[in-house]
């Protein structure tokens, strides 16, 4: 049994020797790579920067296009925010008070509140009103054109919230493109290139890249709701000025109360006169 061992050590006697020159070779410059990264650790170590903060130096002079950009994103929502609320719509009293002046058959006065009141059914009924001498289809193709008209100036204004939202990522490709220019430009010029300038390169792409898709995001979902507020509010004023001027028209139709006699009352045609009083 010794004899069979020491033959089989022998023979792999060779292998042996060809396993520890690998390692050694191996081992050496993981070794030198190792010391290399030690000593450069405690010159390169920095305290890492905020998130938020590294991404507002990465942007750059970018900012220059991407900051006027959020604010005129930011300035049409609060501008469209005002402009499509109820109130403004329709005024709170507007249509109870409208209501009983014209039950009242004070018409010029309904009139005069309604040219007066600056919200869009006060603008529609105005714009009704002043032509429903000449029938109500009249004065409700009028009311539906300054309708449309008010409607029309909403949809253009909400039409930069899909601008802004469009230009977002094409300015943030701007920067990716201008980033990776950058880096490789850094690659290309020579043959030991700067890794801290190369990830400066990519960190401006990426975050140029992040700031022009955080601005189109909320843009587009911006854009869908004032399309859609805009819809609701224009056909809640156009079903309240049609049912206004349908009761303003019929009410002008109606005649007024007769007026009391004030004196004897003359007799019918053809009935026969009363006898004379005794003398």
Same mark, same amino acid.
């Given at each position: 049994?010794?004899?069979?061992?020491?033959?089989?050590?022998?023979?792999?006697?060779?292998?042996?020797?060809?396993?520890?020159?690998? &390692?050694?070779?191996?081992?050496?410059?993981?070794?030198?790579? %190792?010391?290399?990264?030690?000593?450069?650790?405690?010159?390169?170590?920095?305290?890492?920067?905020?998130?938020? &903060?590294?991404?507002?130096?990465?942007?750059?002079?970018?900012?220059?296009?991407?900051?006027?950009?959020?604010?005129?994103?930011?300035?049409?929502?609060?501008?469209?925010?005002?402009?499509?609320?109820?109130?403004?719509?329709?005024?709170?009293?507007?249509?109870?008070?409208?209501?009983?002046?014209?039950?009242?058959?004070?018409?010029?006065?309904?009139?005069?509140?309604?040219?007066?009141?600056?919200?869009?059914?006060?603008?529609?009924?105005?714009?009704?009103?002043?032509?429903?001498?000449?029938?109500?289809?009249?004065?409700?193709?009028?009311?539906?054109?300054?309708?449309?008209?008010?409607?029309?100036?909403?949809?253009?204004?909400?039409?930069?919230?899909?601008?802004?939202?469009?230009?977002?990522?094409?300015?943030?490709?701007?920067?990716?493109?201008?980033?990776?220019?950058?880096?490789?430009?850094?690659?290309?010029?020579?043959?030991?290139?700067?890794?801290?300038?190369? %990830?400066?390169?990519?960190?401006?792409?990426?975050?140029?890249?992040?700031?022009?898709?955080?601005?189109?995001?909320?843009?587009?979902?911006?854009?869908?709701?004032?399309?859609?507020?805009?819809?609701?509010?224009?056909?809640?004023?156009?079903?309240?000025?049609?049912?206004?001027?349908?009761?303003?028209?019929?009410?002008?139709?109606?005649?007024?109360?007769?007026?009391?006699?004030?004196?004897?009352?003359?007799?019918?045609?053809?009935?026969?006169?009363?006898?004379?009083?005794?003398?």
């Amino acid at each position: 049994m010794k004899q069979l061992f020491s033959r089989v050590g022998l023979r792999n006697e060779g292998f042996v020797k060809l396993a520890l020159v690998v &390692l050694a070779v191996l081992a050496v410059p993981t070794m030198l790579l %190792a010391q290399e990264a030690g000593g450069e650790a405690p010159a390169t170590a920095a305290p890492r920067d905020n998130i938020f &903060l590294h991404i507002i130096k990465s942007v750059g002079f970018f900012w220059i296009v991407l900051l006027p950009t959020s604010l005129w994103l930011m300035a049409i929502v609060v501008l469209l925010t005002l402009d499509l609320r109820m109130s403004a719509a329709i005024p709170a009293g507007f249509v109870d008070e409208f209501t009983d002046t014209v039950n009242k058959r004070k018409f010029k006065e309904a009139y005069e509140m309604a040219r007066n009141d600056p919200s869009f059914l006060g603008r529609v009924m105005s714009a009704g009103m002043a032509r429903l001498q000449y029938g109500i289809e009249d004065a409700r193709e009028s009311a539906m054109n300054t309708l449309e008209s008010i409607k029309s100036d909403k949809d253009q204004k909400n039409n930069y919230t899909a601008v802004v939202a469009t230009l977002g990522p094409l300015l943030g490709l701007v920067g990716t493109v201008f980033g990776m220019i950058e880096a490789f430009m850094e690659l290309s010029s020579g043959s030991n290139p700067n890794p801290s300038k190369l %990830a400066d390169g990519i960190s401006h792409a990426l975050a140029v890249t992040l700031v022009g898709v955080a601005i189109s995001v909320p843009g587009i979902a911006l854009n869908t709701y004032f399309r859609n507020r805009i819809t609701q509010v224009m056909m809640d004023v156009s079903h309240t000025a049609d049912d206004l001027l349908t009761q303003m028209y019929h009410n002008s139709k109606k005649g007024g109360p007769a007026p009391a006699p004030t004196g004897p009352m003359a007799p019918p045609p053809g009935a026969m006169p009363p006898p004379p009083k005794p003398q």
